[in-house]
């Protein structure tokens, strides 16, 4: 059974860093590519971060590049996000996924809050 659990989330004021982290058990996290998520209050949730299995083939969108690194640590079954200069706008509970056998998986989530 696939599961993923984050951590790492909090209050933080604008311009300040968090790193999450995404502890992953259940299948071979070596074996697949992994992506973080946010859903800000009243919106959808949108894709913020993308690693291969390997750790290359990393992508983001416009809104975080240069601000987000996504990195993994494949002995550690453990997958993180290190978000620096955070603004309001990244107010979310942040997730991370996987796609394993056809079927996506999520944990339940971090809470993001960025608030001076």
């Known amino acids: 059974q696939v599961q993923l659990e984050e951590s790492g989330g909090g209050l933080v004021q604008p311009g300040g860093s968090l790193k999450l982290s995404c502890l992953a058990s259940?299948?071979?996290?070596?074996?697949?590519?992994m992506y973080w998520y946010r859903q800000a209050p009243g919106k959808g949730r949108d894709l913020v971060a993308t690693?291969?299995?390997?750790?290359?083939?990393?992508n983001y969108p416009v809104s975080v590049r240069g601000r987000f690194t996504i990195s993994r640590d494949n002995a550690k079954n453990t997958l993180y996000l290190q978000m620096n200069n955070l603004k309001p706008e990244d107010t979310a509970v942040y997730y991370c996924?996987?796609?394993?056998?056809?079927?996506?998986?999520w944990g339940r989530g971090t809470q993001v809050t960025v608030s001076s």
């Open positions: 996924n996987v796609w394993v056998s056809g079927f996506s998986s």
């Open positions: 690693i291969g299995s390997d750790g290359s083939g990393t």
């Open positions: 259940g299948f071979t996290f070596s074996d697949y590519a």
